[in-house]
């Protein structure tokens, strides 16, 4: 109940016992006129002797002031009743610290992880991770990396457009006076010849030659300086395991260098024969590796640890047609003309625009099935299958011999007895071994010459 000053007149039935002397504290404080009794009747009377306090306590024995004797009006001013609203609590409750000391440090967690966020976000210049510092940019020449920057420049991209489509493919430099090599089937039947160097200048070429039965040709650019011929090595020092690395341009990427080993030598391998007379088939006894190859690389140059050419990329080995996981691409099995070969065939094509085959003047039965190339009964036209007064007939060849080893390597068909023919040049020397009549004969043989395709 709270305190409020009493304004309206005491109520009639209500009195104060009259000669009372109650014995009050003395803090309460006496009526004020107009209140009680008197003030309902309108007269205030002073009060009398026997309303006030004993003698010694109005005299006060410590020498205080007498005190007036103060009666209880509870209507006066400031009525005395005091409501107990029991004890003042103040501070907090345990619990109640707690919770606020919870929620602080969870409002404070968030607010610093947002701005941790929003400063990283709008410092990010000043974000630096770790990083290996700027290393030495050289290689060492033998490397893989070594052995790119030495060839590229060298390395060239041939954009071809004939009567039947256009296609692109690879060469490299063979001279400073613009010779460059690459394989038969990238040019043949071309009418324009465009060379895209590694620095991506583009300049025309035209032809100077080719040969089908080799697979290779050269083209020439002209008033272009600064010309990087690659060296070129020896393909008889190659050794079943050599590392090499073998740059083109697959599927029109140029400057792709991939890099393997070399996965076999003497690799009796021919390509072509899409006209249909076995005119444009090439032999070739053939470096075979596992770099990379695909459509695009060929013509490119394939090259040992010293960046020296020991073949030019030509085919590779796709699954079979009729296999429904065939693949396009390269699967391993890559082919290179080794370069001494190439070598010879660039030079005469060069001089004379055309390439020499080395022959033994015999007609081969390309349908013997038997293990060995069988000579003939009869040769072209019904003319005889060896030639007379040809390095085969003066080697003592006759029809019906069949041919299985040259120097020593065993011959398997009359495909293999080209390839090794060809690998060699016209007068070398050759040791024939002949199945005759169930019995075996060593013949020596001079290499003649044939004009090329």
């Known amino acids: 109940m709270a305190d409020r000053q009493q304004t309206d007149p005491a109520p009639q039935w209500w009195s104060r016992p009259e000669g009372t002397a109650d014995g009050r504290p003395d803090t309460v404080p006496a009526p004020r006129p107009g209140a009680g009794d008197e003030a309902a009747q309108g007269t205030w009377q002073e009060p009398g002797p ?27 001013e400031q009525p005395l009743q005091v409501v107990d609203r029991g004890r003042d609590r103040r501070g907090f409750r345990l619990w109640q610290v707690a919770a606020l000391s919870a929620g602080t440090a969870l409002l404070a967690g968030g607010i610093g992880g947002y701005v941790g966020v929003l400063a990283e976000r709008q410092s990010s210049t000043r974000l630096e991770l770790p990083q290996a510092a700027v290393a030495d940019k050289g290689r060492a020449p033998e ?62 070429a035209e032809l100077v030659g080719r040969d089908s039965g080799y697979d290779l040709a050269v083209v020439k650019v002209s008033g272009v300086r600064g010309l990087r011929p690659l060296s070129l090595g020896n393909s008889e020092n190659v050794k079943v395991g050599d590392p090499v690395v073998a740059i083109g341009a697959p599927f029109d990427l140029s400057n792709t260098v991939t890099a393997g080993i070399i996965s076999a030598t003497g690799r009796p391998v021919t390509a072509g024969g899409d006209k249909g007379d076995g005119s444009d088939i090439s032999y070739v006894d053939a470096l075979q590796t596992d770099a990379p190859i695909n459509p695009g690389n060929s013509g490119g140059p394939l090259l040992d640890a010293r960046a020296h050419v020991v073949g030019i990329n030509s085919a590779i080995r796709g699954a079979d047609k009729d296999d429904p996981s065939r693949q396009g691409g390269s699967i391993g ?95 070398d020397p050759l040791t024939l071994t002949v199945l005759r009549e169930g019995r075996e004969r060593t013949l020596q043989v001079v290499l003649g010459s044939a004009n090329g395709s």
């Open 333 to 427: 099995l890559g082919f290179a003309i080794p370069i001494n070969q190439g070598k010879r065939v660039a030079e005469e094509l060069i001089r004379t625009g055309r390439a020499t085959h080395p022959v033994i003047g015999v007609t081969l039965d390309m349908d013997y099935t038997g293990d060995g190339a069988r000579v003939g009964d009869k040769g072209e036209d019904g003319k005889p299958s060896v030639v007379a007064d040809g390095p085969g007939a003066r080697a003592g060849i006759k029809a019906g011999d069949v041919i299985t080893k040259v120097d020593g390597q065993r011959v398997r068909g009359g495909d293999e007895l080209i390839i090794k023919i060809r690998a060699h040049r016209p007068g």
């Open 143 to 204: 490397s893989v990396a070594g052995i790119a920057a030495t060839a590229l420049p060298g390395v060239v991209t041939l954009h071809v457009r004939g009567e039947k489509g256009s296609g692109t493919g690879t060469g490299f430099v063979l001279d400073e006076q613009g010779h460059i090599l690459t394989n038969n089937h990238v040019v043949a039947d071309s009418k324009e010849i465009a060379v895209t160097f590694s620095t991506g200048e583009s300049v025309t």
């Open 50 to 76: 026997e309303d006030r306090v004993p003698a010694a306590r109005e005299a006060g024995q410590d020498g205080a002031p007498p005190a007036r004797e103060v009666r209880y009006d509870p209507w006066g």
